[in-house]
């Protein structure tokens, strides 16, 4: 399985970006796809989380309300919309997928994209 993520780039805050990550090779429905991110300095955070099915998202607190997750199945892709965004969600952004765990608050990914760096500047 591979991801390709894209989308990233800079925004003055309160600005919107959508992030997107392709999914190819052998998947199957049986699977969570999500974004983490990594700021400077800082741990890996999970941001988001959705069912290939579509029934099931999550967003963590910091992003709620501003950031939704969907995905297309017939594009094998998922996004990340990022609006009024803010300096603090400056960061390199990571696509995952988790495969067999059907579990969207939390992710345990088999899968990584290689990231793609979102810059909010103030």
């Known amino acids: 399985v591979q991801l390709q993520a894209s989308g990233g780039g800079e925004v003055q805050a309160g600005g919107s970006l959508r992030l997107s990550c392709a999914v190819s090779?052998?998947?199957?429905?049986?699977?969570?796809m999500g974004w983490f991110r990594q700021a400077p300095g800082k741990e890996r955070e999970f941001v988001a989380a959705?069912?290939?099915?579509?029934?099931?998202?999550y967003h963590s607190d910091r992003v709620k309300g501003r950031f939704t997750i969907s995905r297309d199945n017939g594009k094998n892709t998922v996004y990340l919309q990022m609006n009024n965004l803010k300096p603090e969600d400056t960061a390199v952004y990571y696509c995952a997928v988790e495969v067999g765990r059907l579990t969207v608050t939390s992710m345990r990914p088999d899968f990584w994209g290689q990231g793609t760096l979102v810059t909010v500047s103030s």
């Open positions: 090779g052998r998947t199957s429905s049986n699977i969570v």
């Open positions: 959705i069912t290939y099915g579509g029934g099931l998202a």
